[in-house]
């Protein structure tokens, strides 16, 4: 049984993100609650790390909240797309689901949010709070969600987000009560050459 992450897309999926030369691994998420520093898999998930770094670039993210908090299965932290006032920003056409590259919805993986259409996701994405196998790419039986890095540096900060209050609002559960806002996310390292 699929879980449908809402990204609220319906477009059609797009092969790539917008052409950049970006090439970088690590961003760093300052939160109102702490840092978090993901390391990007490139190799494993070309499509949505590029789609992620471009997002980190334009300031996408600047501003938004973790707008669910889960405890339960799947336990995870989701943000990128809402402001504080649960405001949607707009995004560039979804991309294509890298579920199936061999990475797996294990405690501090970041992957792609989307809808019940595996290529939908957009800008939203979720931290794994825990081992969310169910979330996981099967073949000939579910499309998964793309995993494509992980928490490198902030994990406590992770832990400390997944333990907030929520309620539903807006006609969304899982809500933080305290908005968890993404101050800014920034690329800090990259490949030389």
């Given at each position: 049984?699929a879980v449908a992450l809402?990204?609220?897309?319906?477009?059609?999926?797009?092969?790539?993100?917008?052409?950049?030369?970006?090439?970088?691994?690590?961003?760093?998420?300052?939160?109102?609650?702490?840092?978090?520093?993901?390391?990007?898999?490139?190799?494993?998930?070309?499509?949505?790390?590029?789609?992620?770094?471009?997002?980190?670039?334009?300031?996408?993210?600047?501003?938004?909240?973790?707008?669910?908090?889960?405890?339960?299965?799947?336990?995870?932290?989701?943000?990128?797309?809402?402001?504080?006032?649960?405001?949607?920003?707009?995004?560039?056409?979804?991309?294509?689901?890298?579920?199936?590259?061999?990475?797996?919805?294990?405690?501090?993986t970041i992957a792609m949010?989307?809808?019940?259409?595996?290529?939908?996701?957009?800008?939203?994405?979720?931290?794994?709070?825990?081992?969310n196998d169910r979330l996981?790419?099967?073949?000939?039986?579910?499309?998964?969600?793309?995993?494509?890095?992980?928490?490198?540096?902030?994990?406590?900060?992770?832990?400390?987000?997944?333990?907030?209050?929520?309620?539903?609002?807006?006609?969304?559960?899982?809500?933080?009560?305290?908005?968890?806002?993404?101050?800014?996310?920034?690329?800090?390292?990259?490949?030389?050459?």
């Open positions: 049984m809402m990204t609220g897309c319906s477009r059609k999926a797009s092969k790539e993100p917008k052409d950049m030369d970006i090439g970088l691994k690590k961003v760093k998420l300052e939160t109102s609650m702490g840092d978090i520093v993901i390391e990007l898999n490139e190799e494993a998930a070309p499509v949505t790390v590029k789609n992620f770094l471009q997002y980190a670039q334009e300031g996408f993210f600047d501003g938004t909240i973790f707008h669910r908090v889960i405890r339960t299965n799947p336990a995870m932290i989701q943000g990128g797309g809402f402001t504080a006032e649960i405001v949607r920003r707009e995004t560039h056409p979804p991309i294509v689901n890298e579920a199936g590259n061999g990475l797996e919805n294990d405690r501090g949010a989307r809808t019940s259409d595996p290529d939908s996701a957009t800008a939203q994405f979720f931290i794994n709070h825990k081992n996981n790419y099967v073949e000939n039986r579910d499309p998964g969600y793309a995993v494509f890095g992980k928490v490198v540096e902030g994990m406590e900060t992770v832990d400390k987000i997944a333990t907030v209050k929520t309620a539903t609002r807006m006609g969304m559960d899982d809500v933080p009560i305290e908005p968890v806002v993404i101050k800014s996310a920034k690329v800090v390292s990259g490949k030389q050459g």
